[in-house]
């Protein structure tokens, strides 16, 4: 059995004020868990203490090596000027990953934006540039993929197609996923578990 990550007594606090306080909480391998509560009950800042944005918070917070490299896709993800192509290949060759084009080829046809590949970024809707940032952290093939509020901006479609292609990674690869929503998740994706925190 691969070892879970693992979280206790994890706290975050600003100014004294607390925003992030979760007692105890078990990840397992290759499980998808749903991390639902209101606008500022913590998920995005537990989100940045699992990627390894937030160093500053009590507790302890274990990760065994098994679920590195880590993709985050935050709830306003940034998109560099350029192409949906450019911004594909973005990490990837900055990583030397190989056959970067081809992967990028690949993940543009499974999340519907092949035909996007030569447009500017600026032109795109809200879904799609969600659908881009999507498409560019898991060309880094993530063993533990965080996603922040990921069907924000999308239409019923678009929900639908990053649903069947976050299960299939999920069944193919064995990634495990922590999504935060403010809302329960589509019935589609099938989460192992929810948590509400805050």
Excluded: W
Excluded at 29 to 47: E, R, Y
Excluded at 96 to 124: C, F, G, P, W, Y
Excluded at 132 to 154: Q, Y
Excluded at 165 to 171: G, I, P, V
Aim: glycine fraction near 8%; charge should be neutral; charged fraction near 20%.
């Amino acid at each position: 059995m691969k070892p879970p990550i693992r979280i206790k007594n994890l706290l975050v606090t600003r100014a004294n004020t607390t925003i992030c306080d979760i007692s105890e909480l078990t990840i397992e391998h290759g499980m998808c868990l749903g991390v639902q509560g209101i606008n500022g009950s913590g998920k995005s800042t537990l989100l940045r203490v699992l990627a390894g944005l937030e160093s500053e918070y009590n507790g302890l917070v274990d990760i065994p090596e098994l679920y590195h490299p880590v993709g985050f896709v935050q709830q306003s993800p940034f998109l560099f000027k350029g192409t949906v192509q450019t911004n594909l290949l973005y990490g990837a060759k900055a990583r030397n990953i190989d056959q970067a084009q081809d992967k990028a080829a690949k993940i543009a046809t499974l999340l519907e934006v092949h035909s996007l590949l030569n447009r500017d970024v600026k032109n795109l809707s809200g879904g799609e540039k969600r659908r881009i940032a999507l498409g560019r952290t898991i060309i880094l093939s993530p063993s533990l993929l965080l996603l922040d509020e990921p069907f924000t901006e999308m239409d019923s479609s678009g929900i639908e197609l990053v649903c069947h292609y976050l299960r299939e990674l999920q069944t193919t690869y064995s990634t495990t996923l922590v999504i935060a929503s403010p809302t329960p998740l589509p019935e589609s994706l099938a989460s192992d578990r929810i948590v509400t925190i805050g």
